[in-house]
């Protein structure tokens, strides 16, 4: 009795360890073939997308594929053929994220959230299109963007002895304020607003990009 036992728990443990290599063989397929998809994402939603990451796009797509038709196979849809077709897309028509239906699901969001608190079914294209052109006119009457202003924000005066010194030969070459005296004071902001463009402190401005054959972008 005690040999049948013991058979029994080999037995078990056995199947235990058989169960166990199957759940880990078919988790560790299961998070690569997400590696594999989050790869493709990130691809196909980076803007600007670089021309040499299209070749590794499409075998990211091929293998993707591959994976679904051998462990998912009764599982599989048209849009994991789509997918294999966003390398020739891009490379025809640019990034995705400037033609993607999002900005269209984005903006139908609006209408249904003021369908179902208007709660006037009658004539919801009317009532839909007048509370459009409610919400543009409050923004646009209250909008600087047809404007050229200047604004600031976390302004205070220091001493002008204090800049440093590109910030002072700057000041004498563009407007021939020399930085000798030590009582002069002048207005320093955090964020400065001026037609439209934002400057920050410690921010840096790029004026224009030389690029190499080799790092050319779709944009």
């Known amino acids: 009795m005690q040999k049948v036992l013991d058979g029994l728990d080999k037995t078990s443990i056995y199947r235990d ?3 166990e290599n199957i759940l880990v063989e078919q988790l560790s397929i299961t998070i690569y073939r997400l590696q594999v998809l989050r790869e493709m994402v990130e691809i196909v939603l980076a803007l600007p997308i670089r021309k040499s990451w299209l070749s590794y796009l499409k075998t990211l797509e091929i293998r993707f594929q591959c994976l679904l038709s051998a462990l998912l196979p009764d599982k599989m849809s048209p ?5 294999c077709e966003y390398s020739g897309i891009i490379r025809d028509f640019g990034p995705p994220v400037r033609y993607w239906c999002m900005r269209y699901e984005g903006r139908h969001f ?6 179902l608190r208007t709660g ?3 004539n919801i294209s009317k009532t839909l299109a007048t509370r459009n052109q409610y919400k543009h006119c409050l923004l646009l009457s209250k909008c600087k963007f047809l404007k050229l202003y200047s604004e600031t924000s976390c302004v205070k005066q220091t001493k002008l002895s204090n800049c440093d010194g590109d910030v002072k030969q700057l000041l004498y ?9 030590s009582s002069t004071r002048i207005l320093e902001c955090q964020v400065l607003i001026h037609n439209h463009v934002s400057y920050k402190q410690n921010s840096v401005v790029v004026y224009d990009v030389i690029q190499s054959p080799s790092s050319i972008t779709i944009t």
């Open 17 to 19: 360890k058989c169960i």
């Open 173 to 181: 070459e563009k407007f021939g304020i020399e930085c000798l005296s």
């Open 79 to 83: 849009k994991v053929h789509f997918c």
């Open 120 to 122: 006037n079914f009658k």
């Open 110 to 115: 609006y209408f249904k959230k003021k369908a």
